[in-house]
Nanobody, 116 residues
Framework: QAQLVESGGGLVQPGGSLRLSCAAS????????MSWYRQAPGKERELVAS????????NYADPVKGRFTISRDNAKNTVYLQMNSLKPEDTYVYYC?????????WGQGTQVTVSS
């Protein structure tokens, strides 16, 4: 069955960088748009960045524009989120999502904590 597995989260100091990865299996990855979301306890999940199936178009939430970059490698069935200039307010659980039409798959999430 379809599976998304995030990795790369952890504890980083303000101003630091992390790269999240999301490895996909069980579906035709190259046919799906991919997104990264983030969620704090008790809050709604919010969109961080998205990328089209072929990688030709990306979109970012205003709080991360200029600092985060989403990319994908369809040969490796993996989507990435490069996060630079991290701030304490970037502390969330980060999730990847695959979608094609009405079909949605979610990963289990990876914690990112930005703290000194």
């Amino acid at each position: 069955q379809a599976q998304l597995v995030e990795s790369g989260g952890g504890l980083v100091q303000p101003g630091g960088s992390l790269r999240l990865s999301c490895a996909a299996s069980g579906f035709t990855f190259s046919s799906y748009a991919m997104s990264w979301y983030r969620q704090a306890p008790g809050k709604e999940r919010e969109l961080v960045a998205s990328i089209t199936s072929a990688g030709g178009s990306t979109n970012y939430a205003d709080p991360v524009k200029g600092r985060f970059t989403i990319s994908r490698d369809n040969a490796k069935n993996t989507v990435y989120l490069q996060m630079n200039s991290l701030k304490p307010e970037d502390t969330y659980v980060y999730y990847c999502k695959a979608n094609r039409g009405a079909v949605r798959y979610w990963g289990q999430g990876t914690q990112v904590t930005v703290s000194s």
